[in-house]
């Protein structure tokens, strides 16, 4: 079993940065895929990015402005988010798998273990 906690989620203004962090415990995840995923009310979960080995993918919404990363000593993924617009708004979701071959690792439903979210709020 993997535990994930996300934090990092507050109210900002539009244009300004946070950094969501995903730690992990329960037991060594360093090979596992994890992906960022959000939520905004009455919208389904969209993916945001994800970190497949050294291979990282982001949605087309957060590209160029969100970066993810992991830390692999302190069992950490970060979100660093740049460039914040309203639509951004959304509870934020850390999410986690051990790697298979032929996953589509930008659908929620590849995930087997998830975080309890992170609230992000952009003001405009």
């Known amino acids: 079993q993997v535990q994930l906690v996300e934090s990092g989620g507050r109210l900002v203004q539009a244009g300004g940065s946070l950094r969501l962090s995903c730690v992990a415990s329960?037991?060594?995840?360093?090979?596992?895929?994890v992906g960022w995923f959000r939520q905004a009310p009455g919208k389904v979960r969209e993916f945001v990015a994800t970190?497949?080995?050294?291979?990282?993918y982001y949605g087309d919404s957060v590209k160029g402005r969100f970066t993810i990363s992991r830390d692999n000593a302190k069992n950490t993924v970060f979100l660093q988010m740049n460039s914040l617009k309203s639509e951004d708004t959304a509870i934020y979701y850390c999410?986690?798998?051990?790697?298979?071959?032929?996953?589509?690792?930008?659908?929620?439903?590849?995930?087997?273990?998830w975080g309890q979210g992170t609230q992000v709020t952009v003001s405009s």
């Open positions: 999410a986690a798998v051990p790697p298979s071959y032929g996953s589509n690792y930008r659908n929620p439903r590849s995930y087997n273990y």
């Open positions: 329960g037991r060594t995840f360093t090979s596992y895929v």
């Open positions: 970190i497949i080995g050294s291979n990282i």
